[in-house]
């Protein structure tokens, strides 16, 4: 597809979601739409834009599955679908359709729909346009605002009785007038509409300028027919400098009307309006007079927008006619200005200050010379009758917020009260503004950089966007800041800083101060620690405090807010716990908050990591050898990850070792079902010190389970070089053997004998099979009890006297203790995988038939299916297909249920080679890609490089 047709269809999705369903695209939909439309694959649609960090079965069954959703709603709607749904594949085309209707039924615009902003582009299109047509009175009566096209359409009566002096109009006048209005098309600000106007009155007789008074006088309402019909009448009538005559005076009376509401607004702090779209739309909506919201709060922290919300809809509002008067007061203290922070000079701090302005605004100081009392009964009067806007910036810093709440409330009828406000605020309505979307901030990001003449790459925009959370007060400063002469990494590193600087001080200062002492303050500070959203018992937990009425304040402040995240693309239902987050900006304010109050952080800070000891004692230290529901851990995995750091940053070996222990198993899991190289480099960096702490302090044991830990993931990598590291730890921990109990001793063996089968030592690997059987025996024989002083036994060192490995007779399951079964299909399910590797395919079936017999049993689920797969593949060997398809197809299902993606690899690629020995070159190559797709994601190079092979085998890759 085209990129200017997707993009099309991209903007018609956005707009049919908007009108349809009351939403339209968000930043991941776009992204996740423009790849649909470009026909990737979700794999490909993953590497775009934010969607790196999302796995593909996430976007495919949650972003795009609800997208396509709503799309067949809006689709169903207009017409295009009547049954069925939206699919990746028809999307296309069900938009194009869509594209087809509508515009066949597009219908002319009235008059008032081409209003849309205050800059009168309308007024200024019309200026260019030919006076001699009588297009151009329509035009003139299209582009006045809504409230003053009655004045426009009421010329009637007015153009009428001026014909008869019209004639004694000069063609020098109507070309000037036609000249003037033409070198104005350029402009489309109000100013340029009015130098206009101005410009064709002057240059038209005195009869014209007569004419225009008195249709601004005539103004009453008339209908659009009527206007249409005195268009007709100019015309048929009237020769080109009447027209540009009446062009002149109707337009002179919209412009009129459009300036003539007083007001004391202040000139707005940006060259554009970027971000809130949405939000924008229903305050416009809310301040129409059909609308019957008369009290309005828009809330959020500070920085994020609020005043610049209001002045624009303001703005708008006046461009269009749409309140007699509009009255802005403000008691905030301060205000952001480019790189700087401003006091203001003004400020309407009590009801009496506000009073004043309103009464100085309408020009009727002489209310104010009266009592109190009198004063409030005078402005009742005064505003009685008029549509008035009246706002109140900064609410929460006036002294008096009871008495001017209440004045808002017994404002009369035709007022509109706006008032802004970091805390909550009593209305009818509430629009709350937390921070700009990362479209919409690149957006602000590049239009200040611009307009400062700031280079940018896009790599900065995306720190900038991070650090300062998408808040607009906070881009606009900090670009500044960079406008001024600082280095982005020293800006960036003070918002980093725990230090507050005079952006965080405008920001939460005014809201945080007060809240010291309090249970909210508490709750505020515990909740900074968490790096990520934080469950409400994690803390309520760290702060000590479980204040409904703390929490409720903070979220009115914006200080945090509800979150809700959950640990797998599968949602959970038992994830879906409360959990509540905070801007980055606000965490590194709240963090040097937390540093002015030591003694809270060193108990807060004790809490924590003891809540999280209680975490994973509850949630980890799960059997790794078996599939494990890690959900919990999942959702909290960067939160214990800092915990985690955090500790080891304190040297507090003792809890380092109780976390490590805990979630080892989990990062099994992880390696398991997305990429093993990123979640074991994380460990690799906790064992690495783990394990120099564990020597220094000469604590043996723990320093050979993490020595196995780490060798036994180095095996699993496959690579050469990792297997090498691998044996060189195996043999310092087989030295230091003797610190740990039998059981581990025998765990040790099998582990080793592993390494050996990925190095196809096969002899080697039997030897330590049959070392492991000794052990077992002996384990069996002498029991736990008095293991440790085992150590102190001379024991003959099976490696360098090897002997071949006799299985031991297994008993009867029920006179063996679980623990012991485990150790026996450990034992046996290698020498399988050795028979199977040297061809003994009878022995190798014996063997893994013995393993699945065992492992049910015992109910060791994901061994009974390691067993079904290595008997699916003795079944090709032997030539029953069948078999072998029926057990790759039960696996892979179990696989899927279990999210395991290693096992689905080795699955596909298993029935990959089914195919081929079947003489199906085409489904064997399709089930090969994708196994060698899933062992690329999970980091599995050799696994990748095998499959790479087999499918040359195939010709596949010829």
């Known amino acids: 597809m085209e990129t200017e047709e997707a993009r099309e269809l991209l903007e018609l999705a956005d707009k049919l979601l908007k009108d349809k369903t009351g939403k339209p695209l968000s930043d991941l939909e776009e992204v996740v739409l423009a790849g649909m439309l470009a026909n990737l694959s979700y794999q490909e649609i993953c590497q775009q834009g934010e969607l790196k960090n999302y796995s593909s079965e996430y976007v495919e069954r949650h972003i795009a599955y609800q997208l396509r959703k709503r799309l067949t709603e809006a689709l169903k709607q207009v017409g295009v679908l009547e049954q069925g749904k939206v699919t990746k594949k028809n999307l296309a085309t069900k938009l194009r359709e869509a594209r087809d209707i509508l515009r066949r039924d597009r219908q002319p615009m009235k008059p008032h729909e081409f209003v849309t902003n205050p800059s009168v582009t309308s007024v200024t299109q019309s200026a260019a346009t030919p006076v001699t047509s009588s297009v151009v009175t329509t035009s003139v009566t299209q582009s006045a605002a809504p409230s003053v096209t009655t004045s426009v359409t009421s010329v009637t009566p007015s153009v009428t009785s001026v014909t008869p002096s019209v004639t004694s109009v000069t063609q020098s006048a109507a ?351 515990a909740a900074a620690i968490f790096a990520k959203p934080a469950l409400l018992e994690a803390i309520t937990y760290v702060a000590a405090t479980a204040d409904p009425d703390g929490l409720a304040k903070l979220q009115q402040l914006s200080l945090i807010k509800r979150s809700k995240q959950t640990s797998q693309p599968n949602d959970r239902p038992n994830n879906h716990q409360e959990r509540y987050d905070m801007l980055a900006l606000t965490r590194g304010y709240v963090l040097a908050e937390i540093k002015a109050h030591p003694e809270f952080e060193a108990e807060a800070r004790s809490r924590w990591v003891s809540w999280y000891r209680i975490f994973v004692e509850k949630y980890g230290g799960k059997d790794e050898t078996e599939w494990q529901d890690f959900s919990e851990i999942e959702a909290e995995w960067e939160n214990l990850g800092e915990a985690i750091e955090w500790c080891i940053a304190r040297e507090r070996y003792e809890d380092v070792l109780y976390f490590w222990q805990q979630v080892k198993s989990y990062s099994y899991s992880r390696g398991r079902q997305r990429d093993r190289l990123t979640y074991w480099t994380v460990n690799k960096q906790w064992e690495d010190w783990l394990l120099q702490a564990a020597e220094a302090r000469e604590d043996w044991p723990s320093a050979v389970e993490v020595m196995r830990d780490r060798a036994w993931k180095l095996t699993l990598k496959g690579r050469e070089k990792d297997l090498e590291a691998a044996d060189a730890i195996f043999a310092r921990a087989w030295d230091l053997r003797n610190y740990r109990e039998l059981s581990a001793q025998l765990d040790l063996a099998i582990c080793i004998a592993g390494l050996r089968i990925e190095q196809k030592q096969f002899e080697d690997a039997l030897d330590w099979l049959n070392q492991g059987d000794e052990l077992l025996k002996k384990w069996q024989g002498a029991g736990e009890q008095g293991a440790g002083e085992q150590g102190a036994e001379e024991q003959r060192d099976f490696s360098l006297h090897p002997t071949p490995y006799t299985p031991h007779p297994s008993s009867s399951p029920t006179l063996e203790s679980e623990e012991v079964m485990r150790f026996r299909i450990r034992l046996l399910h290698p020498e399988g995988q050795i028979n199977y590797n040297s061809g003994e395919y009878d022995k190798a079936k014996i063997a893994f038939q013995k393993v699945l017999e065992l492992a049910q049993s015992i109910s060791w689920q994901r061994v009974e299916f390691l067993a079904k797969d290595w008997l699916g593949h003795i079944a090709i060997k032997e030539g029953d297909f069948d078999l072998a398809e029926l057990l790759f197809l039960k696996s892979i299902d179990i696989a899927r249920e279990k999210k395991d993606n290693c096992r689905i690899a080795f699955c596909k690629r298993g029935l990959a080679r089914l195919e081929s020995e079947r003489g199906n070159p085409r489904e064997a190559c399709k089930r090969g890609r994708e196994a060698l797709a899933e062992f690329q994601n999970l980091g599995m190079t050799v696994e990748a490089e095998e499959t790479k092979d087999m499918l040359e085998s195939f010709g596949a890759l010829a």
């Open 175 to 525: 070309t000037s007038a036609t000249q003037s209005a033409t070198s104005s098309v350029t402009s489309v600000t109000q100013s340029a509409a009015t130098s206009v106007t101005q410009s064709a009155a002057t240059s038209a007789t005195s009869s014209v300028t007569s004419a225009a008074t008195s249709a601004a006088t005539s103004v009453t309402s008339v209908t659009q027919s009527a206007a249409t019909s005195v268009t007709q009448s100019a015309a048929t009538s009237a020769t080109s400098s009447v027209t540009s005559a009446a062009t002149s005076a109707a337009t002179s009376a919209a412009t009129s009307a459009a300036t003539s509401a007083a007001h004391n607004l202040p000139a707005p702090d940006r060259t554009a309006f970027v971000g809130y779209q949405e939000q924008l739309a229903h305050l416009l909506e809310l301040l129409s007079p059909w609308h019957r919201a008369h009290r309005i709060s828009i809330e959020g922290i500070g920085g994020a927008g609020k005043t610049t919300l209001i002045l624009e809809a303001a703005y708008r509002s006046l461009a269009q006619s749409q309140f007699e008067a509009i009255v802005f007061t403000s008691a905030q203290p301060h205000r952001l200005a480019g790189d700087r922070i401003l006091r203001r000079i003004k400020r309407e701090r009590t009801l009496r200050d506000i009073f004043r302005t309103i009464c100085r605004t309408l020009e009727r100081p002489d209310i104010l010379a009266a009592d109190f009392e009198i004063q409030f009964e005078g402005i009742q009067d005064l505003l009685a009758d008029r549509s008035v806007l009246l706002i109140v910036d900064n609410l929460e810093t006036i002294e008096d917020q009871e008495d001017v709440c209440s004045f808002l409330y017994e404002l009369p009828a035709k007022v509109k009260a706006v008032a802004t406000s970091r805390d909550r605020a009593p209305s009818d309505c509430t629009i709350h503004l937390e921070s700009l979307s990362a479209g919409d901030a690149a957006r602000l990001i590049g239009l200040q950089a611009r307009e400062k003449d700031i280079q940018l790459y896009p790599e900065d925009c995306q720190k900038l966007y991070q650090k300062t959370g998408g808040i607009p007060g906070a881009i606009v400063y900090t670009i500044g800041q960079l406008a001024g002469g600082y280095l982005l990494t020293d800006v960036l590193a003070r918002l980093d800083s725990n230090r507050p600087g005079d952006l965080t001080r405008f920001c939460f200062e005014s809201s945080v101060l007060p809240l010291r002492a309090s249970p909210a303050h508490r709750l505020l500070m």
